[in-house]
């Protein structure tokens, strides 16, 4: 029904955020590391992607509609506490698990990333 709520205004949030940081970092590459601007970036992307897809999903199956109140079940009081439910369980769960998703995968990447800079420096010192 409404559960791509959550996510979008976690997007909202860290669009803002990335904008406020990009202006505030300074351009220096010290220890090759990618600025957290750039990797909020990536939280960005995959937030807006997933909650575009899921909207459309629901306006696909008339869930949303063109005018007020824009969801279907915001017009019924029972149904609005059912949306309501939705959007605090499943639209939570979902951003916790994108979130979760870029946390280790930017973890992953700052690995892979020292790896490569020790062989590089490791070939460096060898030659």
């Given at each position: 029904?409404?559960?791509?709520?959550?996510?979008?205004?976690?997007?909202?949030?860290?669009?803002?955020?990335?904008?406020t940081l990009k202006?505030?970092?300074?351009?220096?590459?010290?220890n090759?590391k990618?600025?957290?601007?750039?990797?909020?970036?990536v939280?960005?992307?995959?937030?807006?992607g997933?909650?575009?897809l899921?909207?459309?999903?629901?306006?696909?199956?008339?869930e949303?509609?063109?005018?007020?109140?824009?969801l279907?079940?915001?017009?019924?009081p029972?149904?609005?506490a059912e949306m309501?439910?939705?959007?605090?369980?499943?639209?939570?769960?979902?951003?916790l698990?994108?979130?979760?998703?870029?946390?280790?995968?930017?973890?992953c990447?700052?690995?892979i990333?020292?790896k490569?800079?020790?062989?590089?420096?490791?070939?460096e010192?060898?030659?």
């Amino acid at each position: 029904m409404a559960c791509f709520i959550i996510p979008v205004a976690e997007a909202i949030v860290t669009t803002i955020a990335e904008k406020t940081l990009k202006k505030y970092e300074i351009n220096t590459d010290t220890n090759n590391k990618i600025p957290f601007s750039q990797k909020l970036r990536v939280l960005n992307g995959m937030l807006w992607g997933g909650s575009g897809l899921l909207a459309f999903e629901h306006l696909w199956h008339g869930e949303i509609t063109p005018f007020f109140p824009f969801l279907t079940n915001a017009t019924n009081p029972e149904n609005f506490a059912e949306m309501v439910h939705e959007i605090s369980t499943v639209g939570v769960c979902m951003s916790l698990v994108v979130t979760a998703a870029w946390a280790v995968s930017m973890v992953c990447l700052e690995k892979i990333r020292k790896k490569e800079i020790s062989k590089k420096i490791l070939r460096e010192t060898v030659t």
